[in-house]
């Protein structure tokens, strides 16, 4: 896996930078490839480490200007707090997620954020 800040070639179930430190994003559950933005976060290492996947995504996301994707791992976070019994910040996230839905008419994430 190789290293997105320093470029070394780690090896494959590395979770960190032999060379720098840096945390190695996992490769997607569904596109294969490494740092997908589109990648199912929540489940790379349980649900301790998915809170950072997805702050780091959102980061990332955020840096882009992928409204759509911080919009997700809005609703993601929101939805993984609830799981856990952090209810006031799933209710911050989730209002996020869906306040950025409705601005952006996405109505079919609408829908899903206003039901959880």
């Known amino acids: 896996m190789k290293c997105l800040r320093c470029q070394h070639e780690n090896p494959p179930q590395s979770r960190f930078c032999f060379e720098c430190g840096a ?4 490769t997607c559950s569904s596109c294969g490839a490494e740092r997908c933005l589109a990648g199912d976060v929540a489940t790379t290492g349980g649900a301790e480490d998915a809170e950072s ?3 780091e995504a959102l980061a990332l996301a955020g840096e882009l200007g992928m409204r759509p994707l911080v919009a997700h791992y809005y609703l993601g976070l929101g939805t993984l707090y609830w799981r856990t019994g952090g209810r006031q910040e799933a209710q911050e996230h989730l209002t996020t997620a869906t306040t950025m839905y409705r601005e ?3 109505r ?8 959880k």
Do not use: G, N, S, V
């Not at 945390?23 to 996992?26: N, Q």
């Open 108 to 115: 079919f994430w609408l829908e899903k954020a206003e039901m």
């Open 23 to 26: 945390r190695l994003a996992p």
């Open 104 to 106: 952006m008419d996405m």
């Open 53 to 55: 996947y997805y702050r």
